[in-house]
């Protein structure tokens, strides 16, 4: 009986301390935007998602990628609106490590080149968040 409850509580600590590492330093992506979006702001949207969800999907399955569309226009996103100072549609590539953001503004890029620069956009990205895992 000892033994097992031994080796039960290593098997937590073991695993507690994994997900502790996985989590300590991680990039969030924000993407803010209202109810009614623009062309411009809909291809930043469905970029963002390709590069987080097909290109970047193993940093997010490892717990080191996470992506948050918010829609500023209800209660929830209002109150994180606020939080950046957001007042419509917006980029944000944040790097978090032990419990501190550094924020990384991506508004007037996105706005530059998701549209008419699909290629350029999605490997600036892309660059920003593993410059920013390292």
């Known amino acids: 009986m000892k033994r097992f409850l031994f080796f039960t509580i290593a098997c937590l600590s073991s695993i507690w301390g994994m997900a502790q590492i996985t989590t300590d330093t991680y990039v969030e992506v924000l993407y803010f935007h209202g109810k009614q979006r623009c062309a411009t702001c809909k291809a930043i949207d469905k970029h963002t998602k390709e590069v987080v969800n097909v290109d970047l999907a193993e940093l997010v399955k490892n717990g080191k990628l996470r992506f948050k ?55 600036e990205l892309k660059q920003k968040i593993n410059r920013l895992l390292k």
């Open 69 to 123: 569309e918010i829609d500023i226009s209800t209660p929830e996103g209002e109150k994180l609106a606020e939080k950046y100072r957001v007042s419509w549609s917006s980029l944000y590539v944040n790097k978090w490590e032990n419990g501190k953001e550094e924020r990384n503004d991506m508004t007037r890029f996105g706005f530059q080149n998701a549209r008419s620069n699909t290629t350029v956009f999605k490997k």
